[in-house]
T-cell receptor
């Protein structure tokens, strides 16, 4: 158990819909990262937050957004969903901004039908 | 970040050492070598990292060549639970710069 909690574990939704994925980082970790893992793209970095502020953006679509709340949990919002958004979404956390020893949650499997 | 090359798959007998190679010939001086693994669609798990010296922890050992152009992850006594995809990552940055390539699928055989 990494200490990072993601909910829900599974999500099935229709095209065009909007969903919210939630991540609770390890106690004491200030950085939260979101990754997407699809069959054809592998694990890709989406976005990083540090202590409530956005720090880095990767290959995140404009239809996707995220935020980190004062209690340090984070949410990833995916809107206007397309079939190609079906993937595993992982959240990771680390203590500081530049740590590379990140601890990953078990992921949310999103299926868009 | 430097690119890495890993064999797509390897087998290892249970109880034997698993030696997973990684080439990173374009590594620069400030870049570390990290190893993560992913067990069947679970979240990636940190294993070990190093800069230029060999490293050992409770999970594995990391051997980095003197020129730092390649490294080997060693699982000393592989078990069936070590069956996973192992990723070698070279980076100077933070977790956002973890570029997961294709990795090596290690299968530990009974």
């Amino acid at each position: 158990d990494s200490g990072v909690t993601q909910t829900p574990k599974h999500l099935i939704t229709a095209t065009g819909q909007r969903v919210t994925l939630r991540c609770s980082p390890r106690s004491g970790d200030l950085s939260v990262y979101w990754y997407q893992q699809s069959l054809d793209q592998g694990l890709q970095f989406l976005i990083q937050y540090y202590n409530g502020e956005e720090r880095a953006k990767g290959n995140i679509l404009e239809r996707f957004s995220a935020q980190q709340f004062p209690d340090l949990h984070s949410e990833l919002n995916l809107s206007s969903l397309e079939l190609g958004d079906s993937a595993l979404y992982f959240c990771a956390s680390s203590v500081a901004r530049r740590d590379t020893e990140a601890f990953f949650g078990q992921g949310t499997r999103l299926t868009v039908v | 970040d430097a690119k890495t090359t890993q064999p797509p798959s390897m087998d290892c007998a249970e109880g034997r050492a698993a030696n997973l190679p990684c080439n990173h010939s374009t590594i620069s001086g400030n870049e570390y070598v990290y190893w993560y693994r992913q067990i069947h669609s679970q979240g990636p798990q940190y294993i070990i990292h190093g800069l230029k010296n060999n490293e050992t922890n409770e999970m594995a050992s990391l051997i980095i060549t003197e020129d730092r152009k390649s490294s080997t992850l060693i699982l000393p006594h592989a078990t069936l639970r070590d069956t996973a995809v192992y990723y070698c990552i070279v980076t100077s940055g933070s977790a956002r710069q973890l570029t997961f390539g294709s990795g090596t699928q290690l299968t530990v055989l009974p």
